[in-house]
């Protein structure tokens, strides 16, 4: 799950069945997405964990005390690590440094009904000069899916991204209304009338990167694949 305004991660939580209690965050001692694979009985989870500075680390903990409220990396100890892919992948090792991290920002909507959030990558000012710089709208924008995220594999290791940003493009992605994590007050409203509000909050992110001094608005290209073609056609 996650929580309001940390919409970029995914946690591990505990819920009471008591309706007056807050559910319990386990895993919130690392930032990131968090995939788990949960042992109740033996006490125990496998814990998958990445984010834009770390690469993904797998691994075995322990559940926290019932009776606690708020988890620490203490309580919820590491039995051993099966898998880090910061040193036990050579290619992360060889081509880390090279990986631009992207940053994120949040913006209102072109209605002002929403906070939209962005992942923006931008091109080393030291070889390609200080912005504006062209800039490229990379989107996905279909329903259920989440594409800005705090995590190594979708942000940082996005090569089509990392490519175009070093040779001088800003790339940004925008989540628009209609993806997920975000509760049903985010994700419906493109019900019954798709590609209209995501292409609104396609151009909220540029022109929030225009004001912004990132983006050149006469160099401006949209791309993307699967629902992301359909958006890219409209865009």
């Known amino acids: 799950g996650t929580l309001p305004n940390r919409w970029l991660e995914r946690h591990l939580f505990r819920v009471s069945m008591n309706k007056d209690e807050e559910p319990t965050c386990i895993t919130g001692f690392a ?61 992360v090792a060889k081509f880390g440094s090279a990986l631009k991290i992207p940053n994120f920002h949040t913006f209102p909507s072109t209605d002002g009904t929403v906070t939209l959030q962005a992942a923006l990558y931008t091109p080393d000012e030291n070889i390609h000069g200080k912005g504006p710089w062209p800039l490229v709208v990379a989107t996905y924008g279909g329903p259920h899916v989440q594409y800005v995220q705090n995590t190594w594999g979708m942000m940082t290791v996005d090569m089509r991204s990392q490519f175009l940003v070093q040779n001088g493009f800003a790339v940004i992605k925008v989540d628009n209304r209609g993806s ?18 995501e292409i609104d909050d396609q151009v909220a992110g540029v022109n929030w990167a225009v004001e912004n001094g990132i983006a050149d608005r006469e160099r401006v290209a949209i791309s993307g694949w699967s629902y992301g073609g359909y958006m890219a056609l409209k865009g």
């Open 180 to 197: 997920n994590r975000r509760g049903l007050g985010f994700e419906v409203p493109v019900y019954g009338n798709m590609g209209e509000l």
């Open 31 to 91: 930032p990131g997405q968090h995939h788990v694979k949960l042992n109740v009985k033996a006490g125990l989870f496998v814990d998958t964990v990445s984010s834009t500075t770390h690469a993904p680390v797998v691994t075995v903990r322990k559940l926290p005390p019932f009776n606690e409220e708020t988890p620490s990396e203490t309580t919820v100890n590491a039995i051993h690590e099966l898998h880090n892919a910061g040193t036990d992948d050579p290619r």
